[in-house]
C-alpha cells in the first residue's frame, strides 16, 4: 500500500461545520447569503468552537445544481460577493482560529464551462467522454456542432471530466485509457485549482462526488490511483491541507489517498446504511431505494445501534492511524437531524453521541440550535430529485433571531433564496444564547469538553459496556457515555460506575452498579472522579 504524509495534527481536533453559502447570512439583503454575511457571523463560530467551516460551491455558475455546475473553478459567484471578500472571509475566520474549506466538484463541470463549450465544437478535444456517433444509452445529445452524444456525471447539464475508462471495449469507441491526454490535462487542472485556492489561504477541500472519476473501475482501483497521485503533491505543495471525500466508504477513500471520508446517506452497502440506521426516520429526505427501518434515534426504541457501530469498527480498522471517519449530524442533500416526528427533547441525545463517538463531528449549519427540516418544498436549484428525495428542507435560511426574516436577511420575505420554516416556534440562536439550558449551549459545552479531554476524539479507545438501550460507552478508559434515545426509561447494570462524576448529564442515574436512563437522557461522565 501507497504510504503518504501523515495527515496535519490539526485534522484529529477538527469539529467541522458545513456552511451553504445561500443560506447562512445575507449582508446585502438580496436574499442569498454571501461571503460577508458569513464573515459577521464568524463570532458564534467562534463562540460554539468549531473549527473547521466547509462551504458548500460559491464559484461562477448557473446554478443549476446549486454550484454543484461550476463554469469558472477560480472565480467566486457573485451572488456570494468577491474573491476580496472570500479573502477576507478566511483571514477573519484565521484570526479565530477558524480553518475554511471549500468544495471540489473534481468529475464534472456545468456545461456552460468554457472547457466543455469548447469541446462540442471540436471532435478531436478529450477533456469529457464523447461518443462520435449516435446517442448510446445514459448520454445526452451535443449540444454543439460536434457530432455525438456526452457523458454526464450527475444531472444532464453536468458533463462528466474524462479520467478515462478501467476497461476498453471495442462495442464502446468512446473509452479511452486513463494516461490519454484529456485525463492528463484533467489531473493537471485539479492540480491547479487546489493550488490557487490553497495558495489564497484556504485550508482543503470536501471533493464532492470523489469515487466517480474513472468509469466502469471495479473496486475503484483506477480512482484510488488518482487520488493517489493527487495526494502525493498535495503532500508535497501543501502539507498542511486536506481532503475530505463525498465518497462514504472510508475504508476505500482513505487508502486511496483521502485524509478523511463522511459516513454518508449513501455509500457502499454497510457505511450506507450506518448514517441512515442512526438518524433516518424515514421522513425528511428519502431516496425510494432505500429500505425502510427503524432507526437508533428514533423514541419507539426498535432500532439499534449495531450497523453504525459495526460499520464503524470495520472502517477504523482498515484506517488504523491512516486517516479519519467523520460523522455528520446531517448535510444539504440530506434532513436535518429534526424531521418530522422527531421532536427538539430527542435532539441532545443525538448530540451528545456524535460528539463523543471516536469520530471527526461535522455540524450542518443550524442543527446546533434544531432547525426543522422544512418538508414539501417547490424544486430549487435542483432540489428535488424524487418524489421524496427534495434537498431544500435542510437548505432554508438559518435561523438568527425572532426579527424580520429571523435576521438572515433584509430582502423582503418573499426574496429569500428559500422560505424560512414557517413554523411560529421556529429555534432561533439569540433565544438559545440567552437559555444555557439550550441545545445550543449543550452542544458548545460538548465541544468544549472534546478540546479538553482527548480522549473523548478520534483517536481515544472506546469500549462498548451496553447495546441497544440505554448504549453504554467508555472512552479512553476514562468517560463514560450513557445515551437513551428511547421515550421510555431504560436500565441496565455495569458494575463500578456508581463514583463517577457527571460532567454533562441529564436523566441519567448511576447507583451502585445500577444505571437508569430515563427517556432521552444522555450523560458523560468522570470515571476517574
Ligand atoms: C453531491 C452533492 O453533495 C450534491 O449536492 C450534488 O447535487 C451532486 N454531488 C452533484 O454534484
Ligand atoms: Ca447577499
Redesign the pocket.
Given at each position: 500500500m501507497t504510504s503518504f504524509r501523515p495527515a496535519p495534527g490539526w485534522l484529529a481536533d477538527a469539529v467541522f461545520y458545513q456552511i451553504y453559502p445561500q443560506s447562512f447570512a445575507d449582508s446585502n439583503g438580496d436574499g442569498i447569503g454571501d461571503f460577508n454575511g458569513i464573515t459577521e457571523r464568524l463570532d458564534h463560530l467562534a463562540w460554539l468552537g468549531v473549527n473547521t467551516v466547509w462551504l458548500?460551491p460559491c464559484f461562477k455558475s448557473p446554478f443549476r445544481?446549486?454550484g454543484?455546475?461550476v463554469s469558472d473553478d477560480l472565480a467566486v459567484a457573485p451572488r456570494h460577493g468577491s474573491a476580496d471578500d472570500l479573502a477576507g472571509l478566511v483571514d477573519e475566520a484565521g484570526r479565530r482560529g477558524i480553518r475554511v474549506l471549500l468544495?471540489l466538484?473534481a468529475?464534472?463541470t456545468s456545461d456552460e464551462h468554457p472547457w466543455f463549450t469548447a469541446a462540442a465544437d471540436d471532435p478531436a478535444d478529450d477533456r469529457y467522454i464523447w461518443a462520435p456517433e449516435g446517442l448510446p444509452e445514459g448520454f445526452v445529445p451535443s449540444p454543439g456542432t460536434r457530432p455525438g452524444a456526452y457523458l454526464p456525471?450527475?444531472?444532464a447539464f453536468?458533463p462528466a471530466l474524462n479520467f478515462g475508462y478501467a476497461q476498453g471495449n471495442p462495442a464502446e469507441p468512446w473509452r479511452g485509457p486513463v494516461d490519454a491526454e484529456g485525463p492528463r490535462a484533467n489531473r493537471a487542472a485539479l492540480r491547479g485549482i487546489m493550488d490557487h485556492w490553497l495558495g489564497l489561504g484556504l485550508s482543503g477541500f470536501r471533493v464532492?462526488?470523489a469515487a466517480s472519476l474513472v468509469k466502469d473501475d471495479p473496486g475503484r482501483r483506477e480512482t484510488a490511483a488518482v487520488w493517489g497521485g493527487l495526494r502525493r503533491w498535495l503532500d508535497d505543495a501543501h502539507p498542511d491541507a486536506v481532503l475530505l471525500s463525498?465518497w462514504g466508504e472510508p475504508e476505500v477513500s482513505v487508502p486511496a489517498g483521502f485524509h478523511a471520508d463522511f459516513f454518508l446517506q449513501f455509500g457502499g452497502d454497510t457505511d450506507g446504511l450506518a448514517l441512515r440506521s442512526l438518524w433516518s426516520n424515514g421522513t425528511g429526505t428519502v431516496n425510494e431505494a432505500w429500505a425502510p427501518l427503524d432507526c437508533f434515534f428514533d423514541p419507539s426504541g426498535l432500532g439499534s445501534p449495531e450497523p453504525f457501530v459495526e460499520a464503524w469498527r470495520r472502517a477504523h480498522g482498515a484506517l488504523g492511524a491512516s486517516g479519519f471517519i467523520s460523522l455528520p449530524t446531517a448535510?444539504?442533500?440530506f434532513s436535518r437531524l429534526n424531521c418530522g416526528p422527531r421532536t427538539a427533547e430527542q435532539l441532545p441525545v443525538a448530540f451528545t453521541f456524535q460528539l463523543t463517538w471516536p469520530t471527526l463531528p461535522a455540524i450542518y449549519y443550524g442543527d446546533e440550535i434544531g432547525m426543522r427540516y422544512v418538508p414539501d418544498l417547490p424544486d430549487k436549484e435542483?432540489s428535488v430529485?424524487g418524489p421524496r428525495y427534495n434537498?431544500a428542507g435542510s437548505r432554508t435560511p438559518m435561523q438568527w433571531d425572532d426579527g424580520p426574516n429571523a435576521g438572515f436577511s433584509s430582502a423582503p420575505a418573499d426574496r429569500l433564496y428559500l422560505p424560512l420554516d414557517p413554523s411560529p416556534a421556529r429555534p432561533t440562536v439569540a433565544a438559545q444564547r440567552a437559555d444555557e439550558s439550550s441545545l445550543l449551549h449543550l452542544v458548545r459545552r460538548l465541544i468544549a469538553l472534546r478540546s479538553v479531554a482527548p480522549e473523548l476524539g478520534p483517536d481515544g479507545s472506546v469500549e462498548v459496556l451496553h447495546g441497544g438501550y440505554p448504549f453504554v460507552h467508555v472512552r479512553g478508559g476514562r468517560y463514560l457515555v450513557v445515551l437513551n434515545p428511547a421515550r421510555k426509561s431504560r436500565s441496565c447494570r455495569i458494575d463500578g460506575v456508581g463514583g463517577a462524576r457527571p460532567l454533562e448529564a441529564a436523566g441519567v442515574r448511576l447507583d451502585g452498579s445500577s444505571l437508569t436512563a430515563d427517556g432521552f437522557a444522555y450523560g458523560v461522565f468522570d470515571l476517574d472522579g
Open positions: 458548500n445544481d446549486a454543484y455546475d468544495d466538484v468529475g464534472h456525471n450527475f444531472f453536468q464532492d462526488m463525498e448535510n444539504h442533500d435542483g430529485l434537498r
